[in-house]
């Protein structure tokens, strides 16, 4: 019994390999990569309008120098009535004042130091704060972040402790109070100026001035307020890292996308484009604080940047805010990005 029934196994095994399918070439599969890429930013610098820059850790801001001249006939009524005479000098107290606005789009800054220089140029032909009788005066200086708001800065020019006359300049250096300034800063001159004695005879020249400029030197601020609307801004250029995948890898490449994690603390939303090696693709990145931004490539564009030597990555957008923000040096919008891709193995 044992001898046949053997190779009637054995046929039956036969006939059921032949009647099976089994196939001529391994599965193909999918496989998901992900690769992180160097992280990019756009700095606060990117926000800033002409005339405010990045120093250390404030702002600074530049002011334009203002000047202006104003007539003994202005500043003393006394003065314009006895013009072309010779007479005691006649006591008047009287203010002017000039100004200069803050850089366009700067809406208001947060001063932390700084300074400004004002000058004096005496033409009167006489000095105005010390007589020869002894009599004197005083000119006091006063900025201001606009008329008559806060004081930012005072000196006062004391004729008891120093002349002004005719002919020469003084200058005195004004340091600058730690406040915020949302208006033109405005320098105000007041003359206080005595009466003088048969000892004091001056002629009178109604047309003669005293001119004042103001050179403000670098003002810090800690915080600006800016209009930024329609400001471009550029993510700043950077190696990716993507040249260490090997030519095996991307031949298999199907498809992928470029994952942005976004850090956004201005709260403005950015519309441009970014681009990695020569592929260029649109980017919108939000106002919200934290965002993900997906931007899909095609294989052939993955692979005409993963793997390559020299590779950037960089990108530009125009700004749109509903309205000014509040900037501080620190600040920057930060895209951590990685690279995702599918790859066909098999």
């Known amino acids: 019994m044992k001898r046949f029934r053997a190779p009637f196994a054995l046929c039956v095994g036969a006939t059921v390999l032949a009647g099976c399918e089994f196939p001529s070439e391994a599965p193909s599969l999918e496989q998901q990569w992900v690769i992180p890429v160097d ?21 600074a801001m530049t002011v334009d120098p203002f ?31 000039v100004s200069q606005n803050l850089p366009a789009d700067v809406v208001s800054a947060s001063l932390t130091g700084g300074s400004i220089d004002v000058s004096l140029s005496n033409n009167f032909g006489f000095d105005p704060i010390r007589l020869p009788s002894g009599a004197t005066g005083s000119i006091t200086i006063t900025l201001t972040d606009g008329v008559g708001g806060t004081t930012i800065g005072q000196v006062i020019i004391d004729g008891a402790a120093e002349p002004l006359a005719t002919g020469t300049a003084v200058t005195k250096t004004m340091a600058l109070a730690a406040t915020t ?22 002629t009178i020249d109604a047309a003669a001035g005293l001119a004042v400029s103001a050179v403000p030197g670098n003002i810090l601020i800690g915080s600006a307020t800016v209009n930024v609307a329609s400001q471009t801004v550029n993510l700043d250029p950077q190696s990716p890292g993507v040249d260490a995948i090997d030519q ?96 066909l193995i098999g």
């Open 67 to 97: 000047s202006t001249t104003e007539s003994l006939g202005n500043l003393c009524a006394l003065c314009l009535a006895a013009d072309g005479l010779t007479v005691p000098k006649p006591a008047f107290a009287s203010n002017f004042d």
């Open 248 to 343: 095996e890898m991307t031949d298999r490449i199907v498809d992928g996308a470029m994952i942005l994690e976004v850090a956004n603390p201005f709260g403005v939303s950015v519309d441009g484009s970014v681009t990695i090696g020569a592929v260029n693709k649109a980017l919108s990145i939000s106002s919200d604080p934290t965002s993900t931004i997906r931007i899909p490539y095609t294989g052939d564009e993955l692979r005409s940047f993963l793997g390559q030597d020299g590779v950037q990555f960089f990108g530009s957008g125009t700004v749109s805010a509903p309205g000014p923000i509040t900037v501080s040096p620190d600040q920057q919008v930060t895209l951590d990005a990685s690279v995702e891709f599918t790859i």
């Open 181 to 202: 300034i949302a208006n033109t800063i405005v320098a105000t001159v007041g003359l206080d100026s005595p009466a003088g004695t048969l000892a004091d005879m001056v």
């Open 39 to 59: 992280a990019t930013t756009i700095g606060v610098d990117e926000m800033l309008p002409a005339g405010v820059t990045i120093s250390g850790a404030d702002f």
